[in-house]
């Protein structure tokens, strides 16, 4: 075998996979959406209605953290609206919490783009 033909055989083509690249580089994304995860799990958010009369305190990952109610609105003749400023408290923190959760964790589930497709990957 000429040492022209041995080059040859062990020549990497232009479009083969640096599988050890491609393996640090998942391993750099896993780290950052850990990272990104465990940052979400102690970010707050607030989310309130009528006016700041409920304010609901929540992490970002979803767990409630407090409720706060204007003693004003409490009226024992109209629960209803009491209820319904709660639930109104409660989806605009689930909606805050949602958008924090794009912020951190979009720009990394986005990069595994066309990667993540075929693989079924969360996110993807």
Do not use: F, Y
């Amino acid at each position: 075998m000429s040492h022209a033909t041995d080059e040859l055989e062990h020549a990497v083509n232009p479009g083969d996979l640096d599988l050890q690249a491609l393996m640090q580089q998942a391993q750099q994304m896993q780290q950052q959406l850990m990272s990104a995860q465990a940052e979400l799990a102690t970010a707050e958010v607030i989310g309130q209605a009528g006016n700041g009369l409920v304010h609901v305190r929540m992490t970002a990952a979803g767990q409630v953290q407090s409720v706060k109610i204007d003693p004003t609105v409490v009226d024992p003749e109209d629960v209803e609206t009491l209820q319904d400023l709660v639930v109104g408290a409660l989806h605009d923190a689930a909606r805050a919490a949602q958008e924090l959760q794009a912020e951190k964790m979009g720009p990394l589930t986005s990069g595994l783009g066309g990667m993540g497709g075929g693989l079924g990957l969360p996110g993807a």
